[in-house]
């Protein structure tokens, strides 16, 4: 019950972020996907069947807010959060230069799996942003490992 | 449950999820541009958070403009006022216009009736994987939103219409630059009719089906709605031809540069009424 919570709250701070720089800068919202930043986080702390859960809710959740086929963002991201969580348990991955690159190839994995679903279904190609949608792996990459750091150490020293 | 028992589920609660996403595209095939229950019930829950946010961010920026930007209100005051005088003598010779064509009653019933059918709205979010497809605003069923409606931006210039999903409070927008969207237009000097249509990549538009034998269409030729296609009222300025060429098809290569700013998207106004009762 408690991680079903923790999931749901990083969803809805997710969602939260991905509102208030949508309103703040648009290109910067371009360049940042929160939802997979939560997606994966969530699949790196609380394992894959919850990464699982929560991409496909993150996942639904951009498809209700953008035109187009509905699903198509819910698919890479389940699977996303699925691997994450997966992955993360058969190879060490908190060592932070670890954390950092596998991150990165889970938010790059992602982020082509959609382009390569959307390429698919919409005949006029995918919407690159000017090409700041290739930022995002490597800021969600930073920040995720920043933020997976973090959240261990505060989860450490309350054990303590 | 024995732990290699509940390893062993994983992946079929996962195949589980990915086929019922699965299920979920295949059912828009036959839906069309239409939204599902599901799409919609998400959209219901999750649309107010959105609204809220942009709620908190108009009351940090008003408390901003009322108490610590003062000077700048006072700037602002006073152009307002200036622009408000201004459109008021505007106003004034064009109706002294349509008078000389139309009955006072009956004008002033029209006017009305303009008057009544713009709802004005606020834009609280954006497409959340291309913001040239669809935005959204804090207006819903509620306050008489429904599909299918034009919007404009708050010069007049044609913004798109509202399309499912429509909660109580909050509706999306589906922009004119998107490449789903089909507008039907008008050249306003060489009445060239063709359909508006977005790329949905840069905030372009193309013109369609203006053939390629056509002579009358010039580059720089404003285009306006021309109702043909019973949503958009005729005369609502939509954007200006970039570029004319030919790809060797039966129709011209018409680039469109529309009037809509996306940096200055904040408010939008609702035309409830439809083309045929209000011109």
């Known amino acids: 019950m408690r991680d079903a919570m923790d999931a749901a709250a990083g969803i809805l701070a997710a969602f939260i972020f991905y509102t208030v720089f949508r309103k703040i800068s648009v290109s910067l919202s371009e360049s940042l996907n929160f939802f997979t930043l939560a997606v994966i986080l969530i699949g790196l702390l609380k394992g894959e069947m919850a990464g699982a859960f929560a991409g496909m809710a993150c996942g639904l959740i951009v498809d209700s807010f953008s035109l187009g086929v509905f699903g198509i963002a819910g698919l890479a991201n389940t699977l996303t959060g699925y691997l994450s969580g997966a992955i993360s348990k058969k190879v060490n991955v908190i060592p932070f230069a670890r954390n950092l690159a596998f991150i990165g190839i889970m938010a790059s994995f992602e982020l082509a799996l959609w382009m390569g679903m959307s390429a698919l279904i919409f005949t006029e190609g995918v919407h690159f942003g000017k090409g700041l949608i290739l930022l995002q792996p490597v800021l969600i990459a930073v920040i995720g490992s920043g933020l997976f750091l973090g959240i261990r150490k505060y989860k450490a020293q309350h054990e303590k | ?279």
């Not at chain 2, 006072?104 to 291309?130: E, M, P, W």
């Not at chain 2, 010069?155 to 219409?161: A, M, S, T």
């Not at chain 2, 840069?202 to 013109?207: F, R």
């Open chain 2, 1 to 279: 449950m024995p732990q290699i028992q509940r390893e062993r589920r994983k992946p079929l609660v996962l195949a589980g999820l990915l086929v019922f996403q699965l299920i979920l595209i295949s059912l828009q095939v036959p839906r069309g541009e239409d939204s599902s229950y599901f799409e919609r019930g998400i959209f219901f829950i999750f649309s107010p958070v959105q609204r809220g946010i942009h709620s908190l961010f108009e009351k940090m920026g008003s408390v901003w403009r009322r108490y610590v930007d003062l000077r700048n209100v006072e700037k602002q005051n006073r152009e307002m006022k200036d622009e408000l005088f201004r459109l008021r003598q505007e106003n004034l010779q064009l109706r002294n216009g349509l008078e000389k064509s139309m009955a006072k009653q009956a004008l002033a019933r029209t006017l009305a009736d303009v008057r009544a059918s713009f709802l004005f709205a606020s834009v609280i979010g954006a497409d959340a994987s291309n913001l040239y497809k669809s935005i959204i605003i804090d207006k819903g069923t509620r306050d008489g939103v429904s599909n299918g409606l034009a919007v404009v931006d708050k010069y007049g210039n044609l913004v798109g219409r509202t399309i499912n999903p429509v909660s109580l409070g909050e509706t999306t927008v589906q922009l004119l630059t998107d490449d789903n969207s089909g507008i039907s237009v008008y050249s306003k000097d060489h009445r060239v009719v063709g359909v508006l249509a977005g790329d949905g990549k840069s905030g372009a538009c193309w013109l369609k089906y203006v053939q390629s034998t056509n002579p009358d269409l010039a580059v720089g030729e404003e285009l306006v709605t021309s109702s043909l296609d019973r949503i958009f009222p005729a005369g609502i300025r939509a954007g200006r031809v970039v570029s004319i060429g030919t790809d060797g098809s039966l129709f011209k290569r018409i680039s469109v540069r529309p009037f809509l700013d996306f940096g200055d998207l904040n408010f939008v106004a609702v035309l409830t009424q439809r083309p045929d009762t209000l011109f």
